[in-house]
Each structure stands twice: as structure tokens, then as C-alpha cells.
């Protein structure tokens, strides 16, 4: 799209920290934002300040996925991107991962997806230019992280539907982006999981933010699907 002025953005897993990187950026452009969350609580308060409404869906469901772009369209008329960041990671070794951590990983990572853009499809593609952006994971197809498998196989799972979609889009008004951190990100749940970044230091959301903006930004000449983001030198 030629500039983000006006445009209206969902942003899903509008609650998390990473999130909140995206919002202010694309605020920054001038776009008009739609928060989906699952939790009311996380997302009240930055809906009001962006002069937005918070859509309370935790898109597990055909219904609630259907329903959260119902009201993005009642509140907005239009849909021109939608940014999914739904997708919890439970670290684990295979051994020990119980079933329900594997459900919860799957269904956060992958079920949300492609329910989600499932919804939104059909407003995507009336409008003449659009986009879908999602988060990537290295661990996904390369550079596996200890005790993170089940997770790599969700977000291998996930890019590889997002690369499935960008070509049956072909032909439409719709971008596909996958903007992948290829390092730890400098966030709550990063510094947790992660406490020492190595070598390269840690990535800083801001610099993941700025790439979806420039993702959503692009125009005739170009598309950018795959988007890695490193860690400094």
C-alpha cells in the first residue's frame, strides 16, 4: 500500500508486549487501528488511548473468528491489513511435553491463523490493496533451539501456511509478510526465556515494528514475503 494514512489495521494478540511496538508504529503512519484480544483488561487502556474499541475474541473458534471481523468491519468499514501476533510458546523437551502443552501450542501458533485469516479474507479482498503480516521463528526450519520442538513445529507449521496463502493470492490485491527475529527480542517474555541474548545482544521490538510498517508500505514495484531481522554485530 502507497502510505498508511487512514488505513485500517487489526492487530490480534493486541495485549502483548510486542504488540504495543506494533501499534505505536503504525499509529506513527496514521493508521487506524482494531485491537483483538483475547483478555478485555490488557487491551481497555490502549484501545482507548489509540481512540479505538478493544474486539474481546480469542479466535480458537470458527465463530469468534467470525465474529472479530464482523465488528472490525462495524467499527471501521473496511479492513486494509491485518497483523496476527496470536502464538504462545511453552518451552519443553519432547519427553516431557504433555499433551495439553502440545493442544495449546498448535492450536495459539497455528488454529488462530488460519481461522482468523480465513474471517478476513473477503474483506482483504475487496479492497484493492491489502496485506497480512504474522511473526516468523528460525527454530522453524533451522537453528532448533533445545527444548523448544513442539514450538518449532507450530511455527513451521504456521509459515508454511502463510506461504501457501501468499500464492493462492496471486492475481489479488493482497500481500503476505512473515517478519522473523532471527535472535531474542528485548521483551518480557524474551528476557525470561532467554536471560543471556549472546553475543549479538538483544533485537529491539522497535526495529520488528518498523518492518511490518515498511512490509505494509510497499507498492507495485516489489514485495517483500520473508523479512529476516538480526541481531546487532
Same mark, same amino acid.
Given at each position: 500500500?502507497? @502510505?498508511?494514512? #487512514?488505513?485500517?489495521?487489526? $492487530?490480534? *494478540?493486541?495485549?502483548?508486549?510486542?504488540? @504495543?511496538?506494533?501499534? #505505536? !508504529?503504525?499509529?506513527?503512519?496514521?493508521?487506524? &487501528?482494531?485491537?483483538?484480544?483475547?483478555?478485555?483488561?490488557?487491551?481497555?487502556?490502549?484501545? %482507548?488511548?489509540?481512540?479505538t474499541r478493544p474486539? $474481546?475474541?480469542?479466535?480458537? +473458534?470458527?465463530?469468534?473468528?467470525?465474529?472479530? =471481523?464482523? !465488528?472490525?468491519? #462495524?467499527?471501521?468499514?473496511?479492513?486494509?491489513?491485518?497483523?496476527?501476533?496470536?502464538?504462545?510458546?511453552?518451552?519443553?523437551? &519432547?519427553? +516431557?511435553?504433555?499433551?495439553?502443552?502440545?493442544?495449546?501450542?498448535?492450536?495459539?501458533?497455528?488454529?488462530? &491463523?488460519?481461522?482468523?485469516? %480465513?474471517?478476513?479474507?473477503?474483506?482483504?479482498? !475487496?479492497?484493492?490493496?491489502?496485506?497480512?503480516?504474522?511473526?516468523?521463528? /528460525? /527454530?522453524?526450519?533451522?537453528?532448533?533451539?533445545?527444548?523448544?520442538?513442539?514450538f518449532s513445529a507450530?511455527?513451521? =507449521?504456521?509459515?508454511?501456511?502463510?506461504? =501457501?496463502?501468499?500464492?493462492?493470492?496471486?492475481?489479488? *490485491? $493482497?500481500?503476505?509478510?512473515?517478519? +522473523?527475529?532471527?535472535?531474542?527480542? #528485548?521483551?518480557?517474555?524474551?528476557?525470561?526465556?532467554?536471560?543471556?541474548?549472546?553475543?549479538? *545482544?538483544?533485537?529491539?521490538?522497535?526495529?520488528? !515494528?518498523?518492518?511490518?510498517?515498511?512490509?505494509?508500505?510497499?507498492?507495485?514495484?516489489?514485495?517483500?514475503?520473508?523479512?529476516?531481522?538480526?541481531? @546487532?554485530?
Open positions: 500500500m502507497n @502510505g498508511l494514512q #487512514d488505513k485500517a489495521i487489526v $492487530v490480534t *494478540g493486541a495485549g502483548g508486549a510486542m504488540a @504495543g511496538h506494533v501499534e #505505536d !508504529a503504525f499509529e506513527r503512519e496514521g493508521a487506524r &487501528l482494531i485491537l483483538v484480544d483475547r483478555d478485555e483488561v490488557r487491551i481497555a487502556s490502549r484501545a %482507548r488511548s489509540f481512540g474486539i $474481546v475474541e480469542d479466535l480458537l +473458534t470458527r465463530e469468534s473468528a467470525e465474529r472479530a =471481523a464482523r !465488528a472490525a468491519l #462495524d467499527h471501521m468499514g473496511r479492513v486494509d491489513g491485518l497483523i496476527h501476533l496470536v502464538g504462545d510458546l511453552i518451552p519443553g523437551r &519432547l519427553e +516431557t511435553t504433555t499433551d495439553e502443552a502440545y493442544r495449546h501450542v498448535f492450536e495459539s501458533n497455528v488454529r488462530t &491463523l488460519f481461522l482468523t485469516t %480465513r474471517a478476513f479474507l473477503p474483506a482483504l479482498k !475487496a479492497r484493492q490493496e491489502s496485506f497480512i503480516a504474522s511473526l516468523g521463528a /528460525p /527454530p522453524a526450519f533451522h537453528d532448533p533451539l533445545s527444548e523448544q520442538g513442539v507450530a511455527k513451521g =507449521a504456521a509459515t508454511a501456511l502463510l506461504r =501457501a496463502l501468499d500464492a493462492e493470492l496471486a492475481g489479488t *490485491g $493482497v500481500t503476505v509478510s512473515i517478519v +522473523t527475529p532471527h535472535g531474542p527480542v #528485548d521483551t518480557p517474555t524474551g528476557r525470561h526465556l532467554m536471560p543471556d541474548p549472546g553475543p549479538g *545482544g538483544w533485537i529491539d521490538p522497535a526495529r520488528i !515494528a518498523r518492518a511490518f510498517v515498511h512490509a505494509a508500505s510497499g507498492d507495485a514495484g516489489g514485495r517483500q514475503v520473508e523479512i529476516p531481522i538480526h541481531p @546487532g554485530r
